[in-house]
């Protein structure tokens, strides 16, 4: 069964950065597509970004394309998400999700995802 655990949040100032991974057990994540949401409390969680299995598809909300890029190393078993010149706004509990669909080249941040990890917190304040 697909586990996934995300790393790397914190708090960082404005204009700061951070890298998230989310690393991967029980399966190879070669045949997935992987996403990464938010979530505000009182708010509906939110799409970021997503990546096609084979890395060549990706997609990212207005409101991060520029700022965030998202990556995968599948010999690692791990995907990432560079995330740069963060704003206050950016604020919230990030998880990473996956389905498994090792054909399609192109992917969608809508809440169709069948596996999710636990989630890490980021916080954007001076």
């Known amino acids: 069964q697909l586990q996934l655990v995300e790393s790397g949040g914190g708090l960082v100032q404005p204009g700061g950065s951070l890298r998230l991974s989310c690393a991967a057990s029980?399966?190879?994540?070669?045949?997935?597509?992987i996403g990464w949401f938010r979530q505000v409390p009182g708010k509906e969680r939110e799409g970021v970004s997503c990546?096609?299995?084979?890395?060549?598809?990706?997609n990212y909300a207005d409101s991060v394309r520029g700022r965030f890029t998202i990556s995968r190393d599948n010999a690692k078993n791990t995907v990432f998400l560079q995330m740069n010149s963060l704003k206050p706004e950016d604020t919230a509990v990030y998880y990473c999700?996956?389905?498994?669909?090792?054909?399609?080249?192109?992917?969608?941040?809508?809440?169709?995802?069948?596996?999710w990890g636990q989630g890490t917190q980021v916080t954007v304040s001076s």
């Open positions: 990546i096609t299995s084979s890395g060549g598809g990706t």
């Open positions: 999700a996956a389905y498994w669909n090792r054909y399609t080249s192109i992917c969608t941040i809508l809440l169709h995802y069948n596996d």
């Open positions: 029980g399966v190879t994540l070669e045949n997935y597509v």
